[in-house]
């Protein structure tokens, strides 16, 4: 039987997976897609906290309804972020963080 | 007219506004910020005189129109409105780092975007439930995403804009895993029956800190906080000057609103008040420390901003930690409201005179302002008002928001904040007048620069600002009104 | 609408038209002028046996919750200090700018400084009282960075960052005293002055305690109290005259006049508690015998200037310390004594600069011999900053020692008596400075420095003969002060012995 722990469990590792690598990694995509990682680790506590406590024997379906504006949202984040990047990479032809430096001089 | 229609209007607006700059022909697009100008007054207006009672809907869940909701409203159109004018001022600039090669600059969508942004943020001032406030701060956030790397033939505007992108996702992870744990704990998204819950003693404690301290994190990188408040200089000085000016009053506003309202679910829990203050507390002295101290070595005026934003946080977590009394029969919440209304006229003042600097010399060193008393006196007396108010100079606008937190520090015998913001703000008095320094004691660069004109709408804006800032800074009848609506 | 309106309008509206573009110089003048006679009309119409009670009153609130308005009036040593500010203005806005050009913003400089010291002294409500003296901390920056002499820039930075220190310590312990004085009137948040002295002397003493100690802590920053007084003296010596005449001569008094203002009304049992008056004690007799000797050691005649005016914030300390009448009267005397002859001297200091080109006494000598008239004005008014009889110094300085002896101890010499018999030496300090300096000035072989140098000419003497007979006049007459002052000491003397 699987329980509301394991899934926060795999919940937070993958929370946990995303923010090392936005920490660690140096790729802005790759950090990009960490950060996904991290709201998809919310989602999937959101639905197992929704499944777990029902009202009126039925799921709760707040939380649910929050899962689908994450994934919405999440999309447009993407889009915006995908567009600025490549934009980056025309002008710099890096995608790597150490070389945003502009700002430091 | 329900109070939600306003948001509506808004909305509509930067539709139209989106068709008229697509479809409407000719290279000059100054009509479509003319126009929002115009819509966003007469939704400013509006949202005196509208029907604020909540129907039996369940609408009304998600939505709270409330005085303090009513206030920041205004602030956000009021400020809205005022980058607006900021980014008239900025066309040349944007003109030059928006074109193709030998093509006209597109800078349409400048006057368009900060329409939705703004709807966005009246959204934020009225949200009640973890979804509509995630919503809503999204929308702001994303918009921002594009009008932060508005510039894109200039690389600080790119690299500013993908600082704020990655950063901005990473507090949105934080604020949506703390929501999930809130949720988890209280198995509920409206705030009302999620502070009833949390104080009746049946909850979990250790979750329950845990998403205050993700939710705390996210929040900071909206108001300008520490431990995420990095992002700032360096975003600050690569944005386009009014987009700075806008992320620093309008997001960190709408931020504050959206704080307010989760730390009163926090602190109104007896279980939780205790260590959620002290956390508080830490990052309100945190925030102040760091703020004022990075700030005295800066050079670079947009750079000075971005700190003096940071402290300006400090101040605004001080006065929400310093608990439910207030001050002077101002709630917290309403302490912030006015500090922040008092934050927006004297920064957007100071931005305002940055952007004409910007304009006519390209840069936004503190060197650029050298001479400026003998270059145009109205430009420098302008700065002056605005970096005295800033500073917390009685008979401006800024003294009388730095005294009530004051007050509400005193009040709740904080003595060691209350030191750290004394030692903040001397520290501001020496570095916001070191443009002083710039303007009054130092000759122009170069020679005798030419004089600088100023258009009609920037010289009318720098007046009614300057006068705000006295006038409220002596009157204060007005803003106590509009903060306790 | 009140005539003591006009003192702090008249100045500001005189600014406002030099930056629309009307004649500097003259406008300035007029406003100057203008402020001096209604002052001279205030004198007359003061109701003199009432000085302990505000006169000229208007109120027009601004808030019903906090109570907060835009109120004044005039007791009697607001009309003492009033009439120090105008004297000073109209001598400092005579003083002609060494550097032509901006003069606008020079005159309009003093302008602000001088309306904002007015405004602190007539207000009746904390806020603008406070508020008020805030007006002159930008343009003190200014004119010190623009145009003063030496290490401005250093000067300027220090004396602005200590003042914001001082101001926000004070702001911190008027907020508290509000605040407390509201909590123990029933909930009720006022800044009108008269409702704070019913409510306040109702906090506990042991809260009343640490207000007290931190008003007089950024008090003491403004006034220069030791061991904070380290940016006055070369803030002074680096300031374009007027502002070193505004700034030393009225401003300064801003701190002194709060103390006997609010902190020694509004909280007694906080002025009364022993280890505060001892504190207090100890800390002024550092400006009386440290900064005294200090001075001595001085070899540019603008920091001995600088100097000597904070040595003689001991001396008002003293008689605010002593919590006798006569004490009080004398603090308020040697106030409006010192402004007016600390103003004089910077005057002829920046005469003596921009006739020799030097300030180093080593450096000059003989000056007497080619400016007679210079020199029989620093003498006069160097016997005035020592106390000799004839000046408004002495009968001021003389009350202060009275009353510091006039406390009643328990058995044998009181802190107070023994203080006062130590500050009795300042004296003589200040008599070997302040000779000193006139002899190796003014007397001798005349140096290289001197020998080309020419008197003052008929306009150059106009301010410095203006401040010589305010002291004068009022040395020979101390009555004319006194009658005003009087009233309102013994009014103070009582209510905090009343007071539980």
Request: charged share 10%; proline share 4%; hydrophobic share 60%.
């Amino acid at each position: 039987m699987i329980t509301l722990n394991d899934y926060l469990l795999v919940s937070g590792l993958l929370f946990a997976i995303g923010l090392a690598g936005v920490v660690l990694r140096r790729n802005i995509i790759i950090i990009f897609m960490c950060l996904e990682m991290m709201l998809s680790a919310a989602n999937l506590s959101l639905v197992a906290f929704s499944r777990f406590n029902t009202v009126n024997g039925l799921p709760d379906y707040n939380g649910q309804m929050l899962v689908f504006f994450i994934i919405t949202v999440a999309a447009a984040e993407v889009a915006v972020g995908l567009a600025i990047i490549i934009a980056l990479f025309r002008a710099r032809r890096t995608v790597h963080v150490d070389d945003i430096d502009a700002m430091k001089h | 007219m329900p109070v939600y229609s306003l948001e509506v209007a808004v909305v509509l607006l930067g539709l139209v506004l989106l068709m008229m700059e697509a479809f409407v022909a000719g290279k000059d697009k100054r009509f479509v910020a003319h126009t929002a100008l115009l819509g966003l007054g007469a939704v400013l207006v509006g949202s005196f005189f509208v029907d604020r009672t909540p129907d039996a809907s369940g609408f009304w869940s998600f939505y709270k129109a409330d005085g303090l909701a009513m206030t920041y409203k205004a602030i956000a159109l009021a400020c809205t409105m005022l980058v607006i004018v900021l980014g008239l001022d900025y066309i040349p600039v944007l003109e030059k780092f928006t074109a193709r090669v030998g093509g006209h600059g597109a800078w349409g969508e400048f006057f368009c975007l900060p329409v939705f942004i703004c709807a966005g943020m009246m959204w934020m001032a009225s949200a009640s439930d973890l979804t509509s406030i995630f919503v809503s701060l999204e929308l702001v956030t994303i918009a921002f995403y594009v009008m932060v790397t508005f510039m894109r033939r200039n690389v600080g505007s790119l690299e500013a804009g993908v600082k704020y992108l990655i950063l901005g996702a990473l507090s949105t992870g934080f604020l949506v895993y703390g929501f999930t744990w809130l949720f988890g704990v209280t198995g509920q998204t409206n705030l009302d029956v999620i502070a009833a819950k949390l104080n009746s003693g049946t909850v979990a404690t250790v979750p329950a800190m845990f998403s205050f301290a993700l939710i705390l994190v996210a929040l900071a990188f909206k108001i300008g906080a520490v431990p995420l408040q990095f992002w700032i200089p360096d975003v600050y000085q690569g944005a386009p000057t009014p987009i700075t000016a806008y992320l620093s009053v309008g997001s960190k506003a709408a931020g504050f609103i959206v704080t307010t309202r989760i730390l009163q679910v926090f602190l109104g829990s007896e279980a939780l008040v205790h260590n959620c203050t002290a956390i508080l507390l830490a990052v309100a002295c945190a925030t102040l420390l760091v703020g004022n101290l990075a700030a005295i070595p800066q050079t670079n005026f947009k750079r000075l901003l971005a700190y003096s934003s940071i402290s300006h946080a400090g101040f605004l977590v001080l006065a929400l930690a310093a608990g439910p009394a207030g001050a002077f029969g101002l709630a917290p919440g309403q302490i912030v409201a006015y500090y922040l209304a008092a934050y927006l006229i004297m920064t957007l003042l100071a931005f305002a005179v940055l952007v004409v600097i910007n304009r006519t010399s390209g840069s936004d060193d503190l060197n650029a302002f050298n001479g400026l008393h003998q270059r145009s006196p109205f430009l420098a007396f302008a700065l002056l008002v605005a970096v005295a108010s800033l500073a917390g100079v009685p008979l401006t606008v800024g003294f009388v928001g730095k005294l009530l937190v004051f007050a509400a520090a005193v009040k709740a015998s904080l003595w060691l904040p209350l030191g750290f913001a004394i030692i903040g703000a001397v520290a501001g008095f020496y570095y916001y007048l070191k443009v002083l320094r710039n303007m009054y004691w130092n000759a122009p660069a170069g020679g005798t620069l030419p004089a600088i004109t100023l258009s009609g709408l920037t010289k009318a804006t720098l007046l009614l600002l300057i006068a705000a800032t006295v006038v409220l800074g002596v009157w204060w009848a007005p803003l106590f009104q509009l903060v306790r609506r | 609408m009140s005539p003591l309106d006009l003192l702090i309008f008249v100045p500001i509206a005189a600014a406002l038209a030099m930056a629309a573009g009307a004649p500097a110089r003259l406008t300035a003048l007029t406003a100057a002028v203008v402020n001096v006679a209604v002052t001279v009309w205030l004198l007359v119409k003061f109701q003199y046996a009432d000085g302990a009670r505000f006169q000229f009153e208007a109120t027009r609130m601004i808030l019903g919750e906090p109570r907060l308005g835009f109120n004044v009036g005039l007791d009697g040593m607001a009309l003492i200090m009033v009439l120090l500010t105008s004297l000073v203005t109209l001598a400092a806005v005579m003083m002609r700018p060494v550097k032509a050009g901006g003069e606008a913003l020079y005159y309009s400089s003093s302008l602000l400084i001088a309306a904002g010291a007015m405004g602190a002294f007539v207000a009746t409500d904390l806020f603008f009282f406070y508020a008020f003296h805030e007006l002159a901390l930008i343009p003190t920056f200014l004119m010190i960075g623009m145009r003063g002499t030496g290490d401005n820039k250093d000067a300027a930075w220090k004396i602005t960052v200590y003042l914001g220190l001082g101001s926000l310590v004070l702001l911190a312990g008027l907020a508290a005293l509000v605040i407390h004085a509201g909590a123990a009137g029933g909930g009720i948040t006022t800044f009108d002055m008269a409702q704070l002295r019913e409510l306040a002397p109702k906090i506990p003493a042991s809260v009343q305690e640490p207000i007290y100690l931190t008003l007089l802590l950024g008090f003491g920053i403004l006034i220069s109290l030791f061991p904070f007084h380290s940016w006055a003296a070369p803030a002074y010596a680096s300031a374009p005259a007027p502002t070193a005449m505004l700034h030393a001569g009225v401003l300064k008094k801003f701190g002194l006049y709060g103390l006997l203002r609010v902190a020694t009304p509004m909280l007694p049992a906080g002025a009364h508690a022993e280890w505060i008056q001892h504190l207090l004690l100890v800390l002024l007799l550092g400006n009386i015998l440290y900064i005294g000797l200090v001075t001595i050691a001085q070899r540019e005649l603008d920091l001995l200037l600088g100097n000597s005016s904070v040595m003689h914030m001991g001396y008002v300390f003293l008689g605010i310390a002593s919590g006798t009448a006569i004490g009080f009267s004398g603090a308020v005397l040697l106030m409006f004594a010192h402004g007016v002859s600390i103003a004089l001297l910077f005057a002829l200091c920046s005469v003596v600069r921009e006739k020799t080109g030097t300030l180093q006494m080593s450096r000059l000598g003989g000056l007497a011999k080619s400016a007679p008239f210079l020199g029989l004005v620093f003498a006069m008014a160097s016997f005035a900053s020592i106390g000799l009889p004839g000046f408004t110094n002495f009968s001021a300085e003389l009350l202060v020692f009275l009353g510091g002896f006039a406390t009643k101890p328990a058995s044998g010499l009181g802190a107070v008596q023994i203080a006062t018999i130590l500050a009795l030496w300042g004296v003589v300090i200040s008599a070997v400075y302040m000779l000193r300096a006139f002899r190796r000035i003014f007397k001798g072989e005349p140096s290289e420095a001197t020998l080309g140098a020419t008197d003052l000419a008929f306009r150059g003497r106009l301010p410095v003969l203006l401040l010589l007979a305010a002291l004068l006049v009022t040395g020979f007459v101390p009555n004319l002060l006194m009658q005003a002052v009087a009233p309102f000491a013994e009014a103070l003397a009582k209510a905090i012995v009343i007071a539980p």
